[in-house]
């Protein structure tokens, strides 16, 4: 460990930056000492709310003052790519806000200005975190479960119009995609941090009740290389809402049913028939419990800058889920099934997510 604090700089005000003041405060070894907004108001009041020494309204002045050995980017989507690799290229590491960016292409420019640094790109995937996840992935990686064979992700949100009527959202230029990449790409990276790389996606989008240019609606099968098979459906028209992932495996089925973040309480190991009880009780869920968040990612990371190791595996492979949902937008673009090897072959996609969506309404199809 360093002995001083990592000085940290939130770039954004938006209500996702609250959440990284509040773990950062709970962090000894970071401070957060600058915020930057384009709106001076907007980063005056941050600054007082949490207490932030110094405020800047650009990233420029910011890099120029050398102000910061982190950067938290907790701005719209679109601006992402271009303000990771200028903190990197002045020496900073950079903590990324998802989705990181709007197209495979600038998260690979990112991870290639990460690499070409040495600086350390981290993006928030925080429902990776928490004991119960850590003790499910490590059941499933030792084979404790069998072999993973089905598996359902389902992130179903309700966004109503005026959502989608602020500037920046439900563009292509300006959010990227629709709820597949902006709302699913949680639940789709827990999903691939259980069970590993992913082989090939067959995706279409749906427009089915909200004025946006992207879908509100998308529905996959995403297979992975260890043989599971995963139907994978994203709403944000769906009134009860709900995140969840079902693994079934030759010896179990794991359940985790939350909303924006999860803790013991939402996951369930069941026994396939004929597993004896005392194996079944060795699956447990560990005594000690801490829920997903903000804070053990940030925590893990934090220790991970202090002592010069790689990223840990929670914040590490930002480029798995990304591409999973990119191959989604592909599918529905091209209609054909997209395989890891072939996701890049599709230019387009690559640059931009950009994709037609199948529209239906009372006598429209």
Known sequence: MTERPLRAAIIGTGAIANAHAEALAALPGAELVAVIDRVPEASAAFAERWGVPATFDSLDDLLAAGAADVLHVCTPPGVHADQAVAALEAGLDVVCEKPPALSLDELDRMVEASERTGRKL????????????????????????????????????????????????????????????????????????????????????????RDTQTEDVSTAIVAFANGAVATVTTSAVSPREVSSIRIDTERATITVDHLYGHAHEHW???????????????????????????????????????????????AADPARSFEIVTAIYSSAATGRLVTATTLRDDAERRASLRSPVTERRPGRG
Do not use: M
């Open 268 to 314: 369930r190991i069941t026994p396939a028939p004929g597993v004896d009880e005392a194996e079944a009780a060795t699956w447990a869920l560990p005594d000690a419990e801490e829920g997903s968040g903000h804070v053990p990612l940030l925590r893990e990371v934090y220790a991970s800058l202090h002592s010069g190791d790689a990223l840990p595996s929670v």
């Open 122 to 209: 981290a993006v928030v995937f925080q429902q990776r975190t928490g004991t119960a996840a850590a003790h499910v992935r490590g059941l499933l990686e030792s084979g404790a479960f069998g072999r993973p064979l089905v598996a359902t992700c389902q992130t179903l949100w309700f966004r109503d119009q005026a959502y989608f009527d602020v500037p920046w959202r439900g563009k292509w230029e300006t959010e990227g995609g629709g709820p597949t990449l902006g709302h699913a790409i949680h639940q789709l990276d827990l999903l691939a941090w259980l069970l590993g790389d992913w082989e090939s996606v067959e995706g279409r989008l749906w427009r089915l009740a």
